[in-house]
């Protein structure tokens, strides 16, 4: 069972920039397509990018040109580096693949 350990949550003022990252068990980054989820208050987990095992990369229309899924295969992590960010961003943020789920970790806006 992979393991997913998100961190770089925390408090980020609106026009602001925030990183976080997903250290993964074993080889997984590398071997699959991983992606970016997020979660607000009241409202319904949504997929915000992934990146195939080829490097392709797709966003949501919400983040598209603001947010860049990226990873470093020889260390395990996956990346997602928010620019711009905005209110409606603010919302528990997960890495997933096929195979499970970190815990998340929190972004809010101020």
């Known amino acids: 069972h992979v393991q997913l350990v998100e961190s770089g949550g925390g408090s980020v003022q609106a026009g602001g920039s925030l990183r976080l990252s997903c250290a993964a068990s074993?080889?997984?980054?590398?071997?699959?397509?991983m992606g970016w989820f997020r979660q607000a208050p009241g409202k319904e987990r949504e997929g915000v990018a992934t990146?195939?095992?080829?490097?392709?990369?797709r966003y949501a229309d919400s983040v598209k040109g603001r947010f860049t899924i990226s990873r470093d295969n020889t260390k395990n992590l996956l990346y997602l580096q928010m620019s711009s960010v905005k209110a409606e961003d603010a919302a528990l943020y997960y890495c997933?693949?096929?195979?499970?789920w970190g815990q998340g970790t929190q972004v809010t806006v101020s």
């Open positions: 074993g080889d997984t980054v590398r071997l699959y397509c």
């Open positions: 990146i195939d095992t080829d490097g392709s990369t």
């Open positions: 997933a693949n096929i195979d499970g």
